[in-house]
């Protein structure tokens, strides 16, 4: 039996040796090749070709990896058990012999010996008509409701043994090529759409001097980003510091303002929305308009809006007051955040309402019988209930705050207050990728690549926040 295991293990480290060598030898040639400083002009496909065999040769590192960390689970598990039997192993292999015998009931090798010496045994250990030494149950397939467990017959050529499997697969998990098969439309645009895109500005990111027209580039290098940061100056002698002076503040204000605010309002409106009976659909529709209206067209109305001789300036009596053209930096920023977050509210009001009316009504009456008031039941009830519809919302928001750019161009035609003239004082770090795209793509796919590691780290926090905060 020992010797079985041992073979069944020697098998798998082999394996995953060579899984983790494959992808070592893999990944030494990719970095190699990729940090080669060729001189002339380089065709990008041949770069990114060697990115790609370097990106392989990681995901073989991590096969061979989880394969020796499964390798030492699996065999800590045959050291806690005893009465493995050799024959079992030959035919169904270490792993399902395991998971077979691990139930109570198995029988020791002593006691295997000693009913082997009494002739109960055959040579090989195991009875005449029996999988197990022990006499067990004839089970079926399907699923087992007294035990909670689905039963599958492991033996494909004699159903009549029976053997009874846990925890290894289900009833379909032989039929896993038509998931694949249904999944391979949405693999398929994902992996052109999303993974291709994502892979390629990453290498773009540190290429440099990359031409976006003909794909061509002189050499990697690192300095795209101190670059952006404004920590290192062009071979020329010239210095950004537009990024860090406009585009990450602006964007920091965008994100702390009015994620909060919008989140907040749409929850309380919500709430008022749901406890109304009267003209509901009515009043849900006029909140859903602003979803589904163009952002040039409403950005326009702003402009009205707060135009010199607008609304705003009537209302608070402030003639001639400049909001938006030729406004300060910081003035222009509040119709900014009110585009923002009057845009953003009609669905943080769709997914607050469904959520709402999935709670259960006998914890707002038990409430009412304890004359609880509005807040508390708001506070207490609600918010508590709708803490998977609130950590949805706020990693949405982050997200589409951290990328805004279409309230920058619906309000001010430019990256700044006086359009396209004058500094851009209004840039967020979208706006300045796009500005840079065609003529700086190296800097611009640096600075999509940091936006994007800001973004990740921020969707991992608010993750970590909520396994305490969240209640499912």
Known sequence: MKRNI???SLIDLIKNIAYCVAGAVLLFIGALRLMEETPGEIESG???GEFGLAFLG???IVIGLFGFYWLGALKREAAKTEGYDADLVRKY???ATVFAQMPTGVVSLMDRAERKKNGELTKRGVASNELFAETRPEYKEGYDAENNAVIRLVSPRNNGKAYQTRGIEDIGSKNNWKGWLYLAPVIILVSIFLIYPLVNTIFISFTQDYLYATGEFQGMTLTNFTYILGL???ANGAHESYFVSYAIPNTIICVIVTVPVSTILALLISV?????????????????LPYVTNGIAVGMVFSVIFADKGVINFLFNTPDKVWIYGAE??????????????????????????????IDKQYYQAAQIDSASKAKVLWRITVPLLSPQILYILITSFIGAWKEYTAVVGLFNGPGTLGKAGDPNMETIVFYIYENLSTQTSYAAAAAVFLFVIILLFTALQFAVSKKRVHY
């Open 93 to 95: 292999g270490i792993l």
């Open 46 to 48: 041949q770069k990114l």
């Open 58 to 60: 990681v995901i073989l």
């Open 6 to 8: 041992r073979i069944c």
């Open 232 to 234: 290192t100056n062009r």
């Open 329 to 358: 930096r910081w003035t222009a920023m509040i119709p900014l955040c009110f585009y923002i977050v009057w845009s953003s509210i009609p669905f943080k009001i769709l997914i607050f309402l469904s959520g709402l009316q999935g």
């Open 272 to 288: 008022a929305l749901n406890s109304i009976k009267w003209f509901q659909k009515i009043l849900q529709t006029i909140f859903f």
